[in-house]
């Protein structure tokens, strides 16, 4: 038989809200602290203190965060010196190497299983261990819907790696040296060598891929402490900065300050703002408007053009630069980026510390150690910022290109569409010698997008026949409704939306059509006359969806576009702060 008790629980009024599971007198509260008290723990450790959950995305499979048991331990003695009550959980994880066909497939199903598991148990504050590239913004997404005081720590990038006297960073140096092998300029055996070359430590990649640029764009919003994005993995002062993290979530807990009192517009154009000047991920753009959907603020597109226009790229990283995570560690870290741009940000935005995004600049070194990483205001790589929106018949809701890591020749381009159906289509055709493509074919994949995949993948960095590659061919324009990996990098537009599969504009390309890029006015169109679309569409039929059942039919029918999100479409907002127990006798 079960009783159920319920209420209009609301912290503000009643305190703590462990304390309605863990203080009352009646059986509810014997049944709760007695079942604790199977842990190990007497009264003496829980009662009367804040219950701090520690989300914890580590997983054997899941390489990036395989440190984050660790990393628990430093956050518990930090808890539990600060007066609170850690308690450890394991979330799912999402490994960006093992788990096909995507991450980010399963990126909502992750924060899910975070926001369901905050509200279930009695947590007055949660620590959320990160690392791999979506068990971050999944993590995010769900503390932002569940809204009880949070601070993210991310676990930090792996060591550079080396190969006779080459820094490796992956996966970037694993497409170029792909390449490479492709062109015959290296044997099989040294690519052997540098796959026992790269990953030389725990930690996430160590470019500026899409890890490292959530990490560092976490910080930007607030949600991190000041300082901590760039630290490696392995460095001790990771493990000091968990500590840290610990002692503060109880003082953040004590203020009541929650995710949607950081979440504001201005966090969100800082996060844009260090963004650009990182050149980060395209990924970031996504995971950002998803984190907006949650907390209920309109994060449109445009807004990431906008800001774009004004921010100078200041780190010179791979893809796009020369230089890895554990260098920009060295040279500053992401407190010296802040302080170059401080003008351009809203220095009032609150964060965990309990004080001001600006404040938090005076507490920490800002000063720029070696310039050829972090780049001053006065000379930056590019003043203009790295990442553009494009739209245009093709695009009619947008689609997005990093242009720092682009053949500049490639930014005002017309040539010939080769079309690629889907990416069997692509694995099979792309490398025929009698593929009809040359330097200026612009090369298209429909059939990548969030419901065409499904789960969108980065499969939006199209190789460059094989053909092409022999004849020293560096770089194409491709265009898809995919994404690309953060640390990918060549004139690649991404994320075209709507997608193929819903009917998008991409769906009605054709081999030879002729595509135009102008970057410089944020067009991207295919030059076919309106009659010639309206008979196409005509003929047009949606592909089957994939999944017939269980959780991948639930995303294919409810996944958002990438303009809005790739969340599913009922995930958007918080939940009421309700507490239900139900009691089993
Ligand atoms: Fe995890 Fe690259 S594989 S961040």
Redesign the pocket.
Known sequence: MATMHSGGYDEKKNGRRSADWLERRDLDGFLHRSWLKATGVGDESFRGRPVIGICNSWSELVN?NIHLRGLAEAVKRGVIQAGGFPREFPVMSL???LMKPTTMLYRNLMAMDVEESIRSYPLDGVILLTG??KTNPASIMGACSADIPTIVVTGGPMLNGHWRGKELG??SDCWHYHEELRRGRITEEEFVEIENSMSRSNG??MTM?T?STMACVTEALGLALPGTAAIPAVDSRRAQSAEAAGRQIVALVERGTRPSDILTPHAFENAIRALHAISGSTNAIIHLIAYAGRVGIELPLSLFDDLCATTPWLVNLKPAGAHLMEDFYYAGGLPAVLAQIGDLLHEDAMTVTGETLGDNLLNVPTEIIDENVIRPRSDPLDAGGSLVVLRGNLCPDGAVMKISAADQRLLAHEGRAVVFEDINDLAERVDDPDLDVDENSVMVLKGAGPVGAPGMPEWGHLPIPAKLLRRGVNDLLRISDARMSGTSYGAVVLHVAPESAVGGPLALVRTGDPIRLDVEARALDMLVDDAELGRRREAWTPPALKDERGYRRLYEDHVLQANEGCDLDFLRGRSAIIMDTVTYL
């Open positions: 990036c490994g960006e190497s791999c590239d992956s996966c996430h990649c891929g890890a």
